[in-house]
């Protein structure tokens, strides 16, 4: 079956300017998930959704950042106000329910987003 | 603070012989750990996880092993195909959802 999807898989934008980023999650998944991966590190946890709403968003770096699910499949990362180093791979992921620990979630490809 | 580490930016391994790649943590609350591989391009793919109460998982070529008191966990390759070659990650669930992954380790897998 189809996986997480991603798009764009690649942005660029310019400083300041406001850019979205759209995860289409495995069909039957409640759970999604945003990492955000910076060159030479691990994916970092930014967002967590249960349905349509944002059960945890401890991880978003600051204001700038928002995400929606309003109809809990779909999920759109908003940036606003780009910042260089906004610059990295956001990934999606989800999950079937999160309801325990070893819960695996599966991940989409990533969108590269570049801020010049 | 980084709870899971990798201390191994890239390991090579020739073809046939074993890989072995390393993860320490230090939060004692972790009780799952997962091993993710990622190719170029593409997201990470779960590979094998465990749970705290065993100390080994086996699927195939690949085998993780823990040790709960020395908070080291290691993913062995064995034998190792040129096809292996990408970085891996560990990472344990903070809580019930919030993954913590290492920085990774490349392998590259020599024909």
């Known amino acids: 079956g189809a996986g997480v999807s991603q798009t764009p898989s690649n942005k660029v934008t310019e400083k300041g300017k406001y850019v979205e980023l759209r995860c289409d999650p495995i069909?039957?998944?409640?759970?999604l998930y945003w990492y955000r991966q910076s060159l030479g590190q691990g994916p970092e946890f930014l967002i967590y959704?249960?349905?349509?709403?944002?059960?945890?968003d401890s991880g978003l770096p600051n204001d700038r950042f928002f995400a929606v699910r309003p109809e809990g499949s779909v999920s759109t990362l908003k940036i606003q106000r780009t910042e260089r180093g906004d610059s990295a791979v956001y990934l999606c992921a989800s999950s079937l329910n999160p309801a325990g620990s070893t819960d695996t979630q599966y991940f989409g490809p990533g969108t590269r987003l570049t801020v010049l | 603070d980084q709870q899971v580490k990798q201390n191994s930016p890239s390991l090579s391994v020739q073809e046939g012989r074993i890989s072995i790649l390393n993860c320490d943590y230090t939060?004692?609350?972790?009780?799952?750990f997962l091993w993710y591989k990622k190719y170029p391009a593409e997201g990470p793919t779960f590979l094998i996880s465990?749970?705290?109460?065993?100390d080994k998982n086996e699927d195939g070529r690949f085998t993780v092993f823990l040790n709960k008191s020395a908070k080291h966990l290691s993913l062995h390759i064995v034998p190792s195909q040129p096809g292996d070659s990408a970085v891996y990650f560990c990472a344990a669930p903070s809580g019930t959802y919030k993954y913590i992954f290492g920085t990774g380790t490349r392998l590259k897998v020599l024909a």
């Open positions: 939060n004692s609350m972790f009780d799952y």
């Open positions: 465990i749970s705290s109460i065993k």
């Open positions: 069909s039957g998944h409640t759970a």
């Open positions: 959704f249960q349905g349509t709403g944002a059960a945890d």
